[in-house]
């Protein structure tokens, strides 16, 4: 079991998307409430929480029956009514939960969202379906977390103009205004009884440091400069 980190979490709406983020929150530590209208969805989540807790979220009356005054995020991740999700966002500012994270479904819910209380909004089909195209257009880049409209933090692969190079000599600060921040590095061997294995360690680079093949390199910069990065040529 995770050590404690301390912060408490409501997450109301189980389908897959809520009840895989209070697994996750569980997992990584945190105290997760989790509060659904459909009984199946608590049967299946009980165990894997701290508080599983049947009732309809639009009941004012019933969520004031909950001990909130711990909760430091409350999550709506309802995904099946647009009206459900806004009345629960706005109970929850009533009821004094100090960070609001919702789901939308429309950028029209997101508007209202934001109007009844919500302090952020994530849409997982807009977020995935930018994510993929964002992989589609550029295979090299394997991930990546917007920091700002402009920048974010990507994994990419090592170009193979890269490979046997000194970060120093690539000069990719000047070159592209990209900083490398960590590196990752697999090596393999074989185990006892001959059997293949793979391990891997996060290196954090001095100048010197000399690329090699299957390096996964974490870097942030502006979108465009990361994207066009697996192009460059020493």
Not at 46 to 73: F, G, Y
Not at 100 to 112: D, E, M, N, Y
Not at 154 to 162: L, Q, T
Not at 181 to 210: Q, W
């Amino acid at each position: 079991m995770a050590k404690k980190t301390g912060k408490n979490y409501l997450v109301v709406g189980l389908g897959s998307f809520g009840g895989r983020l209070c697994e996750v929150l569980e997992e990584k530590g945190g105290t997760v409430i989790a509060v659904d209208s459909d009984e199946t969805l608590i049967e299946r989540i009980k165990n894997s929480v701290t508080q599983a807790v049947h009732l309809d979220s639009t009941d004012e009356s019933r969520m004031s029956e909950l001990d909130l005054e711990d909760v430091d995020v409350g999550i709506v991740a309802i995904g099946n009514s647009f009206e459900a999700s806004i009345l629960t966002t706005a109970i929850l500012k009533r009821l004094g939960v100090p960070y609001i994270i919702a789901r939308s479904l429309t950028k029209l819910h997101h508007q209202v969202l934001l109007q009844v209380g919500a302090d952020e909004i994530v849409n997982v089909e807009i977020d995935e379906g930018t994510r993929l195209a964002n992989r589609l257009i550029a295979p090299d880049v394997l991930d990546r977390i917007p920091l700002s409209d402009e920048i974010s933090v990507a994994e990419v692969r090592v170009p193979k103009d890269f490979v046997e190079k000194q970060l120093i000599e690539l000069d990719l600060r000047k070159r592209l205004q990209i900083n490398v921040i960590a590196i990752r590095r697999y090596s393999y061997g074989v185990d006892e009884i001959g059997n293949p294995t793979k391990s891997e360690r996060l290196i954090f680079p001095g100048g010197d440091e000399v690329l090699q093949e299957e390096d996964i390199l974490l870097i942030v910069g502006r979108n465009d400069k990361i994207s066009s990065f697996s192009e460059l040529q020493v």
